[in-house]
Every structure is written in C-alpha cells, then in structure tokens.
C-alpha cells in the first residue's frame, strides 16, 4: 500500500489529524523563507506528543549539514528532507540510511541530475520545479517524468509530490505507482493551516487505490 506524508505541519492538531486518518509520515519545514516555517524548538514540541510509529521528516533547503543532524536530534525527527541543491557528499555527511533528496526535475533532459545521488540516500522525492520557491508551489509535477524516473532507478523509493490533493491523488498513484505521496497546499486552508476533511479525503483516496 502507498505510504502518504502530510507535510508542512505547523500545528500540533494538524499533526494528530493526519496521524488519526492514516497517515505515515509528517513533514516540517525548517526552512525560514517558507510560508509554513516552523522552528526547531515548536517541531520538539509537537513530535514529542506523536503516536508511535509514525515517521517525523524534517525539510531543510541549503543547510549546513551539521546543523541539519543537531536539528534532527533536538527536535526528535527521523529523516533529513533535503529540497535544495545538497550535493552527494553533504547528503552522505547527514546519512544515506536517513536522507531523502528532492528533484525538482524540468524535463526529462535532467533525470541524469539523479544517478550521482544513488546509494548516498534513502529516497528521492520528485517535486514541481519554481524557480522562486522551493516547494509548495500548488502546481502538478510532471507525471510522465516519474514514470520515466522509476524506469530508470527502480532500486529506489520514489515518492510524489507537487500539486496533489484529494481529487488527482489517486489518478497520480495509478500512473505513477510511487512508493509514497507527499501533501501539503492541497490540503490546507491556508499555508500551513491544515483542513481536516481534505486530509481524510486525500489519505483515504491514496490508500483506496493502492
């Protein structure tokens, strides 16, 4: 069954919705340019009062790596979300077994980008590229491409995100067949406000069509 992550957590009852419908992972943002930038200090606050058994990821862009491990013990997170432009060797530094790159590919042209990251990282996460944003953006990644990726690296979970929500998610999963779905604008109110009925609605869409 595909795994979903509900990203860009700000709140604690955003948190506890996701995890009561069924969600797998949580996402924070430690980004300070992001729209649902949370600090480090309030995601130990919320991660503390999980349930068990539900993966905490937090989202960096550009960090320095040692940061990026004293951030992830502090605030009690289980994987590193690297969305910036992290070279193999910095996501090595944070750990292969515990990192996930993100592309945020353009055209197929730069599936190529993917392959030096191979073995250096634990997943990839396909994203809408936005040359203002990193992120977030609202807007549908390119399906074809995904399924080119997985051709190319099947060896390597694949999770996708970029402009999904409860209508297309499960149309995304018939044609991509990723390991797992990421959420975050498609199912808010506002940035980093999550809506309770689009969280249902989005996880219950993904798991009925895997």
């Not at 957590?9 to 649902?36: H, M, N, Q, W």
């Not at 634990?122 to 997985?150: C, H, M, Q």
């Amino acid at each position: 069954m595909v795994k979903v992550k509900v990203c860009g957590i700000t709140r604690l009852e955003d948190a506890l919705t996701a995890c009561y419908f069924g969600a797998d992972a949580v996402g924070f943002i430690l980004y300070p340019k992001s729209k649902r930038f949370v600090k480090a200090k309030e995601v130990r606050k919320i991660t503390s009062q999980l349930p068990p058994f539900i993966t905490k990821v937090g989202v960096f862009v550009n960090e320095d790596p040692r940061d990026v491990l004293e951030i992830l013990s502090y605030a009690h997170l289980d994987f590193a979300q690297l969305h910036g432009d992290e070279t193999p060797e910095e996501c090595d530094y944070v750990g292969a077994h515990r990192v996930i790159k993100v592309f945020r590919l353009k055209s197929e042209d730069e599936i190529g980008k993917i392959e030096p990251y191979i073995g250096k990282v634990r997943a990839i996460l396909l994203d809408t590229y936005d040359s203002k944003v990193y992120g977030g953006t609202g807007k549908p990644f390119n399906w074809e491409i995904a399924v080119k990726v997985k051709e190319a690296f099947p060896e390597i979970p694949l999770i996708l995100s970029g402009g999904l929500n409860p209508e297309n998610v499960k149309k995304a999963i018939e044609t991509v067949n990723p390991y797992a779905v990421d959420v975050s604008s498609g199912v808010e109110t506002a940035p980093g406000i999550k809506d309770r009925n689009k969280v249902e609605a989005f996880i219950k869409a993904a798991k009925c069509s895997s």
